[in-house]
């Protein structure tokens, strides 16, 4: 039999995960922490809620972008005859959920090799390298079709 034999399930009254000193004194704490780790726990939370911030500024930001583009195949021009649905279901939703997706997604992987204000920096550059090839490939009508003539 070893010597650090388990206890028996009656006799545990701390977290699995919580350090013992010996002195009966828990810190004032009760939720398994060593006082160590609180700040760990709090640079994460701070993380996310970089994370959380950076994704509501993405979504504004392809919001700005992408809607006054889009604001002639949304309204269709004259009677509506060049509302362009493609834009307004496939088009605009995409861009908006690259902009809620990228920033955040950015940050995590950027933050597990870089300390925080570079991988802000480096999430600024993805955004701004996004808005870019958007910018490239994305062009919705903008005026009426060319075909119409001066009329009668």
């Not at 993380?47 to 911030?53: A, H």
């Not at 809620?100 to 933050?111: E, I, K, Q, R, S």
């Not at 570079?118 to 060319?146: I, K």
Request: proline share 8%.
């Amino acid at each position: 039999m070893s010597e650090n034999a388990l206890p028996e399930p009656d006799d545990v009254t701390k977290a699995p995960g919580a350090v013992d000193d010996g002195d009966g004194d828990d810190g004032g704490c009760d939720d398994g922490y060593r006082d160590g780790d609180r700040e760990g726990v709090a640079d994460g939370r701070a993380e996310s809620g970089v994370g959380c911030l950076l994704a509501v500024a993405g979504v504004a930001v392809a919001g700005i972008y992408a809607l006054p583009r889009a604001e002639f195949s949304i309204e269709g021009g004259f009677e509506g005859h060049a509302r362009d649905w493609s834009v307004i279901l496939v088009d605009v939703p995409l861009i908006l959920l690259a902009g809620l997706l990228v920033p955040p997604m950015t940050w995590a992987a950027a933050t597990r090799w870089l300390r925080p204000w570079v991988a802000f920096l480096v999430c600024v550059a993805v955004a701004v390298l996004g808005l870019w090839g958007v910018s490239a490939v994305w062009h919705p009508r903008q005026t009426p079709d060319p075909g119409y003539g001066p009329g009668i």
